[in-house]
């Protein structure tokens, strides 16, 4: 998980931002596929490999954070 301490959160949050919302309208994509995902009607292989495409930045920036907080939380144990 080294290569993830590595990327920057300013970079990710850039990517996240337009990649994971892009379209921007009428909704972004992402939050279109989610509630397909929710009603049970994401079947199409392109409306999974869109959730995926535009997921990815979300899932990424997610774990950095949570990476990024239990580190600090251990940091501070050893302290």
Do not use: Y
């Not at 989610?34 to 997921?55: E, Q, S």
Request: proline share 8%; hydrophobic share 50%.
């Amino acid at each position: 998980m080294k290569w993830l301490d590595k990327i920057p959160f300013s970079t990710l949050i850039i990517i996240a931002l337009t990649l994971g919302l892009a379209p921007f309208t009428p909704e972004p994509h992402v939050w279109e596929k989610l509630k397909m995902l929710a009603a049970g009607t994401l079947a199409r292989p392109i409306d999974i490999f869109d959730l995926l495409m535009h997921g990815t930045p979300w899932l990424i920036l997610g774990l950095k954070a949570i990476r990024h907080f239990l580190m600090t939380g251990q940091q501070q144990e050893n302290d």
